[in-house]
C-alpha cells in the first residue's frame, strides 16, 4: 500500500491542479425539447464570475473561468480589463476564450467550412475578435468548437470542407501571440447529424500537427463514439505531445454534459491515470469543466464536479506505480489490475478533505456552500434582467 | 422476377398507403444549439394545414394531419370544429392528437412520472384536454411521448416512477372513447440522460398490454440504441397484435430526425417488408413522420420523405414472395438473400410515377411544388406574427 | 452515515448471498480468433468441481455450480448422481442445466427456430435430455440461451421463427417438473450478425409471460446494446416478478465475458443496488457468473469475480434509503445522487473481510488461494488426456 | 442525367476496377461457438488459387489474391514461385501478404507490443519473413493487422506499447522494397476487449506519417465504432494521402465480416464515391475483401460481393458531378442529396451486365458459376486431408 511520504506527494500533486470552471455552466441551459430557468442565475458576466469565486472558495482548485464570445462579450473601451480586474478582485484569473460559430443565422450550413467565402470570413474574423480579447484579457487558450457539418449525404464536399477548414485555421494561428494556443475540439455528432468536419482526435490532430506546436488537441469526454477507449486517446495524445485540455463531462448516451464522474466514474479515474502517466498533470494541459446544469442547481454541481475530478486524480495518484509494473513486466493479468482496483477502490475523500484543511478550508464544499447562504442571496438579488442562457 | 398481374397488385397497395404528416415539421426546429428560422413558416395551426394540403396535393398520399397540442391549440368554443373544417376543405383529416408534457416549468423532472402528485395530476389533465380535442376533431388515435426519465442515478426511484406512469396511463385509457386509441411511444434517450421511462419497446408493450386491446406501441425509428434491428421488433409488435403506428425519420447517430430514409434507405425497406410481411399494410397501422428539418426547406423536404416511404413500399412489395419462401425453406442463405436484394435493387420510381400519374398527378412530386410558387408565395405573405416552432 | 445495527443487517445480507459459477468457466476459451490453453485446465465435469470447490472453500459464496450440457455430460447410468454426490462431498450443489443447441453440424441455421422440423425436434429432444438431468441431479433451472439467429436480410422468416420459437418452448415448459424453472436468456447479436431470434428482453419477456410463472428472464450484463441502462431492465422484470437470474460478466464492447465489475463497476453496483429496492436479494433470484477467462488464469479469475458480486452488493446495501428517499421526494437532484455516491465510494473491502472472518474464512480470498498451492497441485496432476473446453 | 458519353466513361472506369479476394475467405471460418464445415473447402493454398480463379473467370473484376502467413505457407526451397506459377497460369497474380501474430501461444499477450522483448522479436521475424515471400512471390504489399491489446486496465501499460509497436514497424518499414509497402490496419476492438493498440485511423495514421511515404493505412470496413462515419474517413485519409487499402466486408454490430454491401449499400455507395471523390479509382488504392462465409457458400458469396462492390461503384460513378457542385455552392441541401440518391437509386445491374458481356462474360456471374458443375466438383473431389481454416 501507499507509505506516508507518498500520500505527502500525492497531496502535493493534488495541490497543484487546477480545474478551469466554464462560465456557461453557471447559466440556464438545456434541451432541444425545453430549457427549464433556475432563480438566481446570473444576468452577465460579472455576475457569472460572482459565483466562480464561490466555486473556488470552497473548494480551493477552481481558480480560472473561461469564457464564451459573444455570450461573455463586454461592450465599452476597457470592458475586458474590468471583467480581468473582477475576476482578480475574487482570486479569478479568466482563462480560455471559447469562440462560438454555430448561432448566427449565417452558419446555418457551416462557419469555417461553410461554401461561401464571405460566411467563412465572418467566421475568422470572430476568431480574431477572440485572439484579441485574449490580448486583452491575458487568457492564453483559444478553444476552437466548430459546429460545422452536414445533415445530409452529398449536402456538401466532405473534402472541400477540410480545405476551407485548413485555410481557416492557418489563418487563425498565424494570428496567435508566442504565448498563445489554439486548442481545438472534435466532436463525434451533434449539431450536425450525417458528417462533422472534425469528428475525431484523429482528424483534430492532423490539422494541429500541420498548424504547429501552438496547436493542440481538446478531449472533451462527451464527444466520442460509443465503446470508445478515451484514455487510450489520451495517453496516445500525451504521447504525441499534442493533448492541450480536457473538457470534462459525463455521458451515458451521446453528448449529455453531465457532470463529470457521474456516469462512470471508474472511467474517470483511468483518464486521469493517463493524464498521470503521461506527465500531464504537470504540464500545460488545461483541465476544464463543459456542462450543462440542466435540472440540479448549478454552482453546487460545479463544485460537486471539481470534487470529482479532485477525487479520481486522488485515486490515480495512489496506484503503486512499483507494484504495477512489475506485474505487467511478468504478464500477471490479474496481478496488474488488481494494483489498478486497489487504488480505484480506496476511498480517498478523506485524503481530498486532508489536503483541504491543511489550505484552510473546510473539508467538505458542499456543505460549505450550502452554510453560505449564496444560493438564497442570488435568487434574492438576481431578479430581473435577462438571466444568463445559451441563447441570450 | 414480377409479372403484370402482380404489378398491378404493387400499384393497387401503394395506393392504399396514407402517411400522416406532423404539423409541427413545418415549423422552425433546431438542435438545442441553435434554431435557424426559414422564411414562410407557419404562424398557426391553419397555415400548417395549409402548407399540409400542398404536401397531399402534390403526393396524393398525405391525407392527414397530426397535431400538437399545445402547438397547434385553437382558442374559444368550435375552435377545434374549425381547423377540421379547414382540414376537410383542403382534402385532408385531422389524425393524431400528440401531448406535451415535457415543455412546462412544472414538468423538469418529469410528468406522469413526477414524484409530485400535484404534477402528476397536471400531466393526466393535459391527456384528459387531448382526449376532449379528439372528441371535438374526430381524431382516433391519442400518442403519447413521455420525456419523463432522469440523468443521475439516484436521482428519482425506477420503480416508483413505474408505478405512477402506470397509474397516469390507466386514468386516460378508461377515459378513451370506443373508436379511440392510446399509442404509447418509447424512446431510448433524450432529453433523459440517465434513465428513461419508457426507454424500449419492452417497457411500451408491457405497459400496453396490462391497459388492453386499446392500447398499442409506436416504433419511431429514430428511437432505438445503435445497430438495433428495429424492423424484427416491428414484426414482433404485429405478431403480438400492438404495432400501433410508426413515427418515421432518419438517423445516423441518435435522434436525429432527419428525412426518412436518408440515413439507411435499405433499413426502411426491410422494415417496410415486416410491415407488409404482418399485415401492417392493410390494418390500422398508422404511417406518421416525426421530423424536424432544420436546415432544409420543410415542405419539399416532407414530399421528398412521403415519396421515400413509397418507393421503400414498392420495393417491399416487390419481394417475390414464392421464390423468397422456396430458398428459406431450402435453407439456401446466398438464394434467399437475393431475392430480397432484387427487389431492393430494383428502380421503383418508374413504378411510382405511373402510379400518380393514373390519380391524375404529376409524375415528380418535388418538381410539381416548386413549379407551384408556393414557396415564394408563403414567403411574401407570412410576415409579422410569430412563427411556428417547438417552443412557439 | 450508517448505524452499527445497520451494519449487522448488511452482513447479514451478505451473508445469505450466493453466487453460481459456471463449471464452463474452468476450462479453456477464447475468441474466434485463438483459445489459448492454460496449464491445470479441468479435464471433465469431475475436475471442475474440484476447482469450483476451491472458489467457494476461500469465498464462501460460491456453493453451486451450472453445468452445461452436452460439455458436462456423464456417460453411465448414476452418473449424474454420482456428480452430485461428488459435489456434495466438497460442499456444493449443482445448479442450472445450461443447454446447447450450437455446436451441433445441424445447428448452422438455428436449433428451435431451424427451418427444418427435423432439425427442431433434435433441439427440443435436447433440452428434453436437459429436464432429465435436472431430474437427475436435482437441479431447479433449466437455463436456455439459443444462439439463433440469421446473418443476412431475408435468410428466413423472422416472424415464422418466433413461433416455431413459441412452439417449442411451450413443449419443453410442459415437460417442467412443479418445482423447476425455464430461464430464457436474451442477446443482442452474436454469433448472429443479422437478427438473433431472442434479442433483447422485451422478447424475453413476451414468450415467457405466455408460457407462464415458472418460465423468467436472465439477464445477462453484456447481452445488450451500446448504452443500454440495464438496471431499468431489472427493476422492470423485478416489478413484473419475471426476473430469473442473472449471467454476471463484464463489456467494454460486445459480449467480452471479461470478469464481473472489471468494466464498469458503478454499473454493477446500480444494478445490484435495483436488485435489492426490488426484492431480489431475498427472492429466488439467481446470481449467476457466465465469463471466460482467455488470458487470465481461471481459478483467482472467478474468485475476483465473486468478490466483486460480493462488494458492490455491500455498497448497494450500504445506500441510506431514508435519506434517499426524502432527497426524491423533495426533488433534490443533487442530494439524492450523493446519497447514491456516498454508498459507492464507501470502501466496503474491509466490511467484508469481516463477513469472511466471520464465518471462519481467510480475509482475502485470493491470496488463501494462492498460498493453497492448489494452482501448482492442477499444473502437474491434470497432465494428459483433452483439457476442458468449449468444443471439447 | 447521365448522357450516352458519360455512360461509356462510367464503363471504362468499371472496367479498371479491380478487387483482390481473400485466400482465406475460401477456407472454413466461424465464430467463437462453433466452425461449420462445408463440402468442397480447400486443403491448401494451390486449392483456393483454384476457387479464386473461379471467381476472377466469372467476374473479371478478381485478378489478385491475398495471401495469409502462416495459413498459406508453402514449404520447400521454390515453393512461393510455384504458387506465384500457379496463379499466373489461372489468370491471377498474387496480392497483399497477411500477417498472423496472433495464433500462435506465445502471442497471448500481444505480439509487437507484448512487454517480453523475446516475442516481439519473434513477431518482427515473423514479418520479416512475410517480407521474404513478397519478396518470392512479387507481392507489393505488406498487410499488417494486429490482435494486440489488453482486455484488463491496468494489464499492461498503453504507452509503453505504442513505444514497442512504433519500435517494432520501423524496423519492417526499414526492410520494405523500394516497391513494396507497408499497410497497417486499425480495429476497434476484438480480439482485446478493453485497449487495442491500433484501435482507430487515427493511430494507424500517426504511425505512417513517422515511417514515411510507403506506410499507408488500411481501412477495414468492420472495424468501427457504432455510428462512425466511414466515408469521412476515406475522404480524409486520401486527402492526406495514406489511404492504402480497403478490407470490405458487412457489419451490422461489430466486426461481423458479412458480405460487403448486405448490411448497408448505402455506405458502400458513399465509401465509393468518396473514393472517386478523392481519385482514389485511379490510384494504387488496394480493394481488397476481407470476409467470412460462416454459414453461406463460399464462392458465389465471394462473387456476390465482387458484384456488390462493382455496383456501389457503378452508383457513385454515376453521381452527376455537376449538378452537385451546383446544388452546393447554391447551399440547396435538398437538391445536393437528390443527385446522390437519384445516382443510389439507379438500378446498374444491367450496365455492369454490359460490361461483363463487353468483355465475353457471362452477363450474370452467379447464375455462370453455378452452371459450371465447379461446386459439385470440388465436392466430390476435396476429400480427405485437412480442409482449410482460420487455424488450420
Same mark, same amino acid.
Given at each position: 500500500m501507499t507509505s506516508r511520504s507518498d500520500v505527502s506527494a500525492v497531496k502535493a500533486a493534488l495541490r497543484t491542479q487546477a480545474i478551469e470552471t466554464p462560465s456557461w455552466a453557471y447559466g440556464n441551459s438545456g434541451t432541444r425539447f425545453k430549457v427549464f430557468a433556475q432563480p438566481g442565475v446570473p444576468r452577465n458576466p460579472f455576475e457569472k464570475l460572482d459565483d466562480a469565486a464561490k466555486v473556488h472558495e470552497f473548494t480551493g482548485a477552481a481558480p480560472t473561468v473561461a469564457l464564451h464570445i459573444p455570450w461573455d462579450r463586454v461592450e465599452g473601451s476597457g470592458g475586458y480589463a474590468k471583467l480581468a480586474k473582477h475576476a482578480e478582485e475574487r482570486g479569478l484569473t479568466l482563462g480560455a476564450i471559447n469562440s462560438n460559430t454555430f448561432q448566427d443565422n449565417d452558419y446555418k450550413l457551416g462557419s469555417v467550412c461553410h461554401p461561401d467565402a464571405a460566411v467563412r470570413r465572418k467566421a475568422v474574423d470572430h476568431l480574431f475578435e477572440c485572439v484579441d480579447i485574449m490580448d486583452a484579457t491575458g487568457s492564453k487558450d483559444l478553444k476552437l468548437w466548430f459546429a460545422d457539418g452536414t445533415n445530409y449525404p452529398g449536402q456538401d464536399d466532405l473534402r472541400d470542407r477540410q480545405d476551407r477548414l485548413a485555410e481557416g485555421l492557418a489563418r487563425v494561428y498565424e494570428r496567435l501571440g508566442d504565448d498563445q494556443r489554439m486548442l481545438l475540439e472534435y466532436k463525434f455528432f451533434e449539431p450536425a447529424f450525417y458528417a462533422t468536419d472534425v469528428p475525431d482526435w484523429g482528424t483534430a490532430y492532423a490539422h494541429c500537427l500541420k498548424l504547429g506546436p501552438k496547436a +493542440?488537441?481538446?478531449? @472533451?469526454?462527451?464527444?466520442?463514439?460509443?465503446?470508445?477507449?478515451?484514455?487510450?486517446i489520451v495517453a496516445t495524445l500525451l504521447r504525441e505531445g499534442k493533448l492541450g485540455a480536457f473538457d470534462f463531462?459525463?455521458?451515458?448516451?451521446? @453528448? @449529455? @454534459?453531465?457532470?463529470?464522474?457521474a456516469a462512470d466514474p471508474f472511467q474517470l479515474f483511468r483518464i486521469m491515470y493517463e493524464v498521470i502517466r503521461g506527465g500531464?498533470?504537470?504540464?500545460?494541459?488545461?483541465?476544464?469543466?463543459? +456542462?450543462?446544469?440542466?435540472?440540479?442547481?448549478?454552482?453546487?454541481?460545479?463544485?460537486?464536479?471539481?470534487?470529482?475530478? +479532485?477525487?479520481?486524480?486522488?485515486?490515480?495518484l495512489l496506484v503503486d506505480g512499483e507494484a504495477l509494473a512489475a506485474a505487467q513486466r511478468a504478464g500477471d493479468v490479474l496481478a496488474a489490475n488488481a494494483v489498478v482496483m486497489d487504488a480505484y477502490n480506496t476511498d480517498v475523500r478523506p485524503l481530498v478533505a486532508e489536503v483541504r484543511e491543511e489550505s484552510g478550508l473546510h473539508p467538505d464544499p458542499i456543505a460549505a456552500y450550502h452554510a453560505s447562504g449564496w444560493a438564497g442571496r442570488i435568487a434574492a438579488e438576481r431578479v430581473g434582467g435577462e438571466q444568463a442562457g445559451w441563447g441570450a
Open positions: +493542440q488537441v481538446v478531449v @472533451d469526454t462527451g464527444h466520442h463514439a460509443p465503446g470508445t477507449n478515451i484514455e487510450f463531462n459525463s455521458r451515458f448516451y451521446a @453528448d @449529455d @454534459d453531465l457532470m463529470v464522474g500531464g498533470l504537470a504540464s500545460d494541459v488545461a483541465f476544464m469543466l463543459d +456542462q450543462c446544469h440542466n435540472i440540479e442547481a448549478k454552482i453546487p454541481a460545479i463544485i460537486r464536479s471539481v470534487m470529482n475530478v +479532485q477525487e479520481a486524480t486522488a485515486k490515480a
